[in-house]
């Protein structure tokens, strides 16, 4: 594990159910609960979401890796005491990790916390099948869904695509919401 990272333990309560992705599973992917073991792959896969800004710092290898570790337990921190109630998912296709998935369902609305994939996965129809999923489970409830997305983020154009409107602007990043139709 990180240093300084904090434990896992308990990635999924026991009266949490998974999501069902269906047209995920047709990919060879499913979800399983994250465990303490899974920090180093969580790690490399929070550094592939930030090569291109890091490409432009004109860092050392030593500094690029000390911010990386800062940034992600500062995430890892975060994420786990704003949604304590959230499932804590790593997504696998054809057995090997390749993303990872968080979420909380509230009420009115699915938080997607968090959905990110390894550069290999990207670009492949997975996150899609994996959003289209989650927009199903959250209609059968008549729920929305939610996400933070940076403004700048490559995968914007496919949120979009799915009929993401902002909700609210938060500088960097944006609310995106997605409401079931009638």
């Excluded at 509230?106 to 290999?120: C, F, M």
Aim: charged letters at 30%; glycine letters at 6%.
């Amino acid at each position: 594990m990180s240093q300084g990272a904090e434990a896992v333990s308990g990635g999924v309560s026991e009266n949490a159910v998974l999501p069902k992705l269906r047209r995920a599973a047709r990919l060879d992917a499913v979800v399983r609960p994250m465990t303490d073991e899974d920090m180093p792959f969580l790690a490399r896969l929070y550094r592939s979401t930030r090569e291109d800004e890091l490409a432009l710092t004109g860092w050392e290898e030593a500094q690029k890796q000390s911010f990386l570790d800062m940034q992600f337990r500062a995430q890892h921190v975060h994420y786990r005491k704003h949604y304590p109630d959230a499932l804590w998912l790593i997504v696998e296709q054809a057995g090997k990790e390749v993303g990872r998935l968080y979420l909380e369902r509230w009420s009115k609305e699915h938080r997607i916390i968090d959905i990110a994939l390894l550069p290999s996965a990207r670009g492949k129809g997975l996150g899609e099948a994996m959003l289209r999923d989650l927009h199903e489970e959250a209609a059968l409830c008549g729920r929305a869904v939610s996400i933070h997305v940076e403004k700048l983020n490559p995968a914007m154009s496919l949120y979009r695509r799915l009929g993401y409107q902002a909700a609210e602007d938060k500088g960097v990043y944006e609310l995106l919401m997605w409401t079931p139709a009638d």
